[in-house]
């Protein structure tokens, strides 16, 4: 006859569940920035070709940093017409191109004078940086690992209180496995921390940004349930 497990233990095999928690903070591993290039003009192929040419700019500039720049993607695209009332009718009066570049960079010692020199260029707005971990980074493996250990550490000092110690793992689980993740990043990797708009006088050789780094915070949570040896209670 099969019996069902008892989800508190028994006498001979009492159930210890404990918590363990871990919580790292680490410099970031990526900076990205987004790049807005625009261009405006009477005529719709006119405006379609300055944006072509301001775009093209921009990404020279960006690739000319090499393997400081690990990735390069170019999002939303548009060309509106801008509409103006005369009498009953309406008509054209400007179009307005914007192309929308996402960079990623790994060498933060290059991401202030290059963000510097993106935000110089005519009718072109920089906004971030925004700072994160890779995905795969060791960081979250050290983590887990680290709260696994909190969490054994936890439960042997309970046993420890009652006069015994740990016989076997009954159950190991990763907070949010069925729901939400349990590690990340402890809040948005970083805010708007520079924009710049064309239209500005000539600055000339301005000076690089000095951006410093928004270190990451890296949390993990597990659940965990042990049998102990049972406790001389009487002692």
């Known amino acids: 006859m099969e019996t069902t497990p008892t989800p508190y233990g028994t006498p001979d095999a009492p159930r210890l569940a404990v918590r363990g928690e871990a919580h790292l903070e680490v410099d970031p591993e990526i900076a990205r920035i987004g790049v807005t290039v625009s261009a405006r003009g009477t005529d719709r192929r ?132 069925e729901s939400a993740p349990a590690y990340g990043y402890g809040g948005p990797a970083g805010g708007m921390r520079a924009a710049s708009y064309g239209g500005a006088p000539d600055l000339g050789d301005a000076p690089p940004l000095d951006l410093e780094p928004q270190r990451q915070h890296v949390y993990a949570t597990v659940n965990a349930r042990f049998t102990m040896t049972p406790p001389d209670l009487g002692a």
């Open 46 to 177: 006119d405006a379609l070709n300055d944006l072509t040419r301001r775009n093209a700019t921009a990404l020279d500039l960006v690739k000319s940093y090499g393997d400081a720049v690990e990735r390069i993607e170019t999002g939303a695209f548009s060309v509106t017409p801008e509409l103006t009332r005369q009498g009953r009718t309406e008509r054209v009066r400007a179009y307005h191109g914007r192309v929308h570049i996402t960079v990623e960079l790994t060498d933060f010692t290059a991401l202030g004078e290059l963000t510097t020199r993106v935000a110089d260029l005519d009718l072109t707005r920089v906004d971030g940086p925004w700072w994160s971990l890779r995905l795969d980074s060791p960081v979250h493996r050290e983590a887990r690992q680290q709260a696994v250990r909190e969490a054994v550490q936890r439960a042997r000092e309970y046993a420890q209180a009652l006069g015994t110690g740990l016989a076997s793992l009954v159950e190991l689980a990763d907070i949010g496995a």
